[in-house]
């Protein structure tokens, strides 16, 4: 299965893209998408614009989100989930079912502490995929979400499995 990781951020959105075969996972590719113009509404387009080409050019069948996290800053919040949206929006018009995890969720599923500092996600993600080349923070923490939703789905398709056994 191909999954795109997003990590939202309105100056900056990271996205990762790797492919989980079982329990072995490999990287496909990673970047940063930089907003560009000035005004929101020019920023969200061009975000969106380039998110599109990602899933047209990797075909994704899935995608993870991470979810907003609110800080004291309402309006930086706001600006946040407006850039969620649009990595929800690209997605859903792609056809393509979202995870939606929490940054707590993702730390603990790949570095198994929930209160993971950012070193030691890029340090696990690389430990995950070798040789790979991160293109920055925002992208290995899109890589992160990524694998956490892999996770997820092969814990969800176990439970079914065992569902599926028990009821034979």
């Not at 929006?89 to 995890?101: C, F, N, P, R, S």
Request: net charge positive; proline share 2%.
């Amino acid at each position: 299965m191909r999954v795109l990781g997003i990590d939202p951020g309105l100056v900056n959105m990271g996205w990762g893209v790797i492919d989980s075969q079982g329990s072995r996972l490999s990287h496909v590719a990673n970047g940063i998408c930089h907003s560009r113009g000035t005004a929101l509404a020019e920023r969200l387009l061009s975000l969106h614009q380039q998110l599109t080409e990602i899933i047209n050019e990797h075909g994704p069948e899935a995608v993870a989100v991470e979810q907003t996290f609110v800080n004291k800053d309402g309006a930086g919040t706001l600006k946040l989930g407006q850039a969620r949206g649009i990595a929800l929006l690209v997605a859903a018009q792609a056809g393509i079912t979202v995870g939606e995890y929490a940054p707590n969720a993702v730390k603990k599923a790949v570095v198994g502490v929930g209160h993971a500092q950012k070193g030691q996600i890029d340090h696990m993600v690389r430990l995950q995929l070798p040789g790979v080349k991160i293109a920055g923070q925002d992208a290995a923490d899109a890589l992160a979400i990524a694998i956490c939703h892999t996770h997820h789905l092969q814990s969800a398709g176990r439970f079914q499995a065992a569902l599926m056994r028990a009821g034979a």
